[in-house]
């Protein structure tokens, strides 16, 4: 049985009474569209209510499902602890659900809680269900850093626990929408902001999950959206499946973005399989550009290809252009997934006799000893994007007004710290952020000195 439906809801502690003392009259549109939800997941009685919720445990690169056999909470940070919540887990479903993630290579599960307690993005959610409805079992599942497409296919794999244990359960994507809608609300305004409202309830709205995946990262942060990869986990669910959708309400009147959906599955449908559709489409424009990409780009793939496949290291081929083989210079290989990055390791300075052997290390370090990152697998060679930069001579300048950052990449100092930022980043928009990422990076202090380089960098992609 597929799950019975799915709803798109927002965690504003505001609308509980005992926290707004009145305030709640102000998204009283909301209050009453949540009102509908609780009162059709009464009405579906479900064994399971299955929260997806950006408030809870929230890694880089794992999804957290939340162990154990029950959990409490209450809203005493919000100066209302006499609302509580006791709630049983799910177990068996959630174990379903790791084995699953397990044998599909897929990073979640039940390891590195920190904080027992619900959340409040879950249990916003829960005080409108548990007025109407006091049964069903909980599974609580937080969100991370990995790409949308992760997050889709966690959403896949849900679904098919829910088949699998034979489960009656309903999904509740938790999630605002921006926070940058009015210049009086907590962050301010964006134009970024008012757009992603209007973007993602037309796409909820005609349940046209494939374009979840079009919001660019860059953008999602400027619009400080909430709930995004909630709502894709939410879609991946329904994998394969015609959706009934209906919006229930929008508002915007605190400054933040509360949207209300319904999500009703009827029936399969094979043009709706948007993940595979998406990972045909990158691997053809990838396979494209591969066809198209100069020398170094090539090589590049080649040293990838080659560690990833036999774990050799690739031999210098001859034949490559007199200015590889004999220049020698710093450059940085960078991986790209799903428009995300995968990968990207460099040298400010040459370290390798020419550029050929210096994009051949780098490039195995990229798909393999980034830190940040866990190996690239033979299954994603097909979709990876890969760009090569090749470093100009280091510049000393005096003031961050030497700096353009379409043009210059920066290397900022303190000591024996540096840290590097290339140019032409997206999300990259100002020197101010350019040199804050670079002293990120370098772990340097916000009070500590710091010199300044730039260099420029010819860019192959």
Known sequence: MPILAGFMVPHPPLIVPAIGKGGEEQILETTRAYERVAEEIAALQPDTLIITSPHSVMYADYFHISPGSKAEGSFR???????RFAEQYDTELVNRICELADAEHLPAGTLGERDKDLDHGTMVPLWFIRN??????????????????EHYRLGQLIAKAVESTGRRAVLVASGD????????GPYGFAKEGPEYDRRIMDVCGRAAFGELFEFDEAFC???????????????GAFDGLRVKATVLSHQDVTGVGYGVCTFYPDGEDETRHFL?????????????????SDDYVKLARAAIEAWVLRHERLVVP???????LTRRAGAFVSLHKSGQLRGCIGTIMATKKSVAEEIIRNAISACARDPRFSPVTAEELAALEISVDVLGELEPIESPAELDVKRYGVVVSHGAKRGLLLPNLDGVDTVEAQIAIARQKGGIGKNEPYKLERFEVVRHD
């Open 77 to 83: 940070q919000f100066r209302a602890p006499g609302v």
């Open 132 to 149: 109407k409805y006091a049964k069903g079992k909980l599974v609580r599942i937080g969100l991370s850093g990995l790409p949308l497409t």
């Open 177 to 184: 929408l921006s926070h940058k809608l009015q210049s009086y």
């Open 221 to 235: 942060d400027k619009a400080a959206e909430c709930g995004h990869r909630s709502f894709v986990i939410l879609a």
């Open 276 to 292: 595979k559709t998406r990972q045909e489409k990158i691997e053809q424009t990838c396979r494209e550009k591969a066809a198209h």
């Open 318 to 324: 001859a034949s490559l252009p007199d200015e590889m």
